[in-house]
T-cell receptor
Framework: ELKVEQNPLFLSMQEGKNYTIYCNYSTTSDRLYWYRQDPGKSLESLFVLLSNGAVKQEGRLMASLDTKARLSTLHITAAVHDLSATYFCAVDGGGTSYGKLTFGQGTILTVHP | SAVISQKPSRDICQRGTSLTIQCQVD?????MFWYRQQPGQSLTLIATANQGSEATYESGFVIDKFPISRPNLTFSTLTVSNMSPEDSSIYLC?????????????FGPGTRLLVL
């Protein structure tokens, strides 16, 4: 059974600081997603990571994937208040479970002035 | 990308009743997925809906409680049957777009259900 664990679950940051959210998963997968969810809203797709060593960047967010370590990171650079949200990683089951996502618990990010 | 709409966006229901949630996609997709997000929790996959075949359910979810229809490649419904307060959740449909290599999974806006 695929398990996905994120840490930290709660993250309070000051504006301008850097931090990393970690996503560990238990079985091999070739596809990992990062999503953002604002309160009362649906999920917004941030990144899709497909291969070992993949790195993608969008604005102040950068995601990477290490399939050998079964680890993905979401790095936040010089945080701003607008980044406050809940961030989820999700891992595709692959094979006969292709398309079925298992989600991490989510990281609630709050950026303070 | 994909534009996904869901109806209703929210509802308040009495226990013992049933609610059918609709999901409409602006393009044809093979697989549609239904997820549940309980209050303050992460998302859990309920079932996969393929056009022309029976839905496949994940552990802990059964067809009698969550019957699903998939009449064509752009539409699906999820019914929450014989509701109890524990069914209060956000229900989201999801589709994959872009082909196997470039695929991204998109989510609908969700249906917020409160059962009294």
């Amino acid at each position: 059974e695929l398990k996905v664990e994120q840490n930290p679950l709660f993250l309070s940051m000051q504006e301008g600081k850097n931090y990393t959210i970690y996503c560990n998963y238990s079985t091999t997968s070739d596809r990992l997603y990062w999503y953002r969810q604002d309160p009362g809203k649906s999920l917004e797709s941030l990144f899709v990571l497909l291969s070992n060593g993949a790195v993608k960047q969008e604005g102040r967010l950068m995601a990477s994937l290490d399939t050998k370590a079964r680890l993905s990171t979401l790095h936040i650079t010089a945080a701003v208040h607008d980044l406050s949200a809940t961030y989820f990683c999700a891992v595709d089951g692959g094979g006969t479970s292709y398309g079925k996502l298992t989600f991490g618990q989510g990281t609630i990010l709050t950026v303070h002035p | 990308s994909a534009v996904i709409s869901q109806k209703p966006s929210r509802d308040i229901c009495q226990r013992g009743t049933s609610l059918t949630i609709q999901c409409q996609v602006d393009s044809q997709v093979t697989m549609m997925f239904w997820y549940r997000q309980q209050p303050g929790q992460s998302l859990t996959l309920i079932a996969t809906a393929n056009q022309g075949s029976e839905a496949t359910y994940e552990s802990g979810f059964v067809i009698d409680k969550f019957p699903i229809s998939r009449p064509n490649l752009t539409f699906s419904t999820l019914t929450v049957s014989n509701m109890s307060p524990e069914d209060s959740s956000i229900y989201l449909c999801s589709v994959g777009v872009g082909g196997r290599v470039g695929e991204t999974q998109y989510f609908g806006p969700g249906t917020r259900l409160l059962v009294l």
